[in-house]
């Protein structure tokens, strides 16, 4: 579905088949820009990755309960939720979420109830405190432009024992290849949108969450399977 905006460049809340599509105003970055653009061929380019991602992918079938996926991008998550979650998807390119709202049309997903066009440095604009059991994402870290308040908005929206599950790339444990990643990250940064070269564990400590669980998907160790719940350990 196509998003339409007013005479003064605000998105239109539309109603859609699948429930609400509520938009929000995201403000202009040169990231987004880079999204909107690739949005159409982000699929196809893709294709490779999924040999790797797909693997960590299927962690979401296993979740349930009301659940965020932030960064959604074309949607390529959404038909691997289990049946019984409640979905809300959301990303700040419009033109990503017209490829999820195809995919939720595509797979007939019921358990998809929103896609949503926001910011995930701003989720506490658009949700109540406390509102998730769980907020997914799969390499988005990389290129939210501000990492740390972006996590910070993620914890507060989720539940006391709420968890946050990423499958991210960034520095592997292996140094030479950090070097390799460190080299060519202004390129992917400025072509292709993300960050070769993120520390998602220091953001994820940095931003009141304690990593319970740690996975590599493949041998380098870039790409990883990551929960964390939310840490306690500096409230009085
Ligand atoms: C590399 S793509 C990954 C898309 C999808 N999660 C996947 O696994 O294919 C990163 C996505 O994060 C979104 N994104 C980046 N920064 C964002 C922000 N601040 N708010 C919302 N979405 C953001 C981009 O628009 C893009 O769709």
């Not at 109603?15 to 105003?25: I, P, T, W, Y």
């Not at 996926?69 to 959404?78: D, K, Y």
């Not at 444990?173 to 400025?190: G, H, R, S, V």
């Amino acid at each position: 579905m196509a998003i339409r905006f007013n005479k003064s460049g605000e998105p239109i809340k539309m109603a859609s088949k699948r429930g609400n599509l509520r938009n929000f105003k995201v403000e202009p970055n040169p990231t987004l820009d880079v999204y909107n653009n690739l949005a159409k061929s982000y699929d196809k380019r893709n294709q490779m990755m999924e040999f790797v991602l797909s693997k960590g992918r299927s962690i979401f079938s296993v979740i349930k309960g009301d659940v965020l996926e932030v960064g959604a991008g074309t949607g390529i998550n959404l038909k691997y939720y289990n049946a019984e979650a409640k979905i809300i998807a959301l990303d700040w390119s419009n033109e990503m979420v017209s490829q999820a709202q195809f995919k939720v049309k595509k797979y007939n997903l019921d358990n998809i109830k929103e896609i949503i066009v926001g910011d995930i440095q701003k989720l506490s604009d658009y949700f109540d405190p406390e509102s998730f059991d769980y907020v997914t994402s799969s390499c988005v870290f990389c290129s939210v432009p501000n990492p740390i308040s972006g996590l910070k908005e993620v914890s507060k929206v989720l539940k006391p024992s709420g968890k946050l599950i990423q499958i991210e790339h960034g520095l592997s444990t292996i140094k030479p290849i950090n070097m390799c990643l460190k080299f060519f990250d202004p390129y992917t940064y400025k072509r292709l949108g993300f960050h070769l070269n993120r520390n998602h564990i220091r953001n994820l400590e940095n931003s009141g969450f304690e990593v319970t669980y740690q996975h590599n998907i493949d041998p380098t160790g870039i790409f990883r399977l990551l929960i964390s719940k939310k840490s306690f350990k500096y409230e009085i």
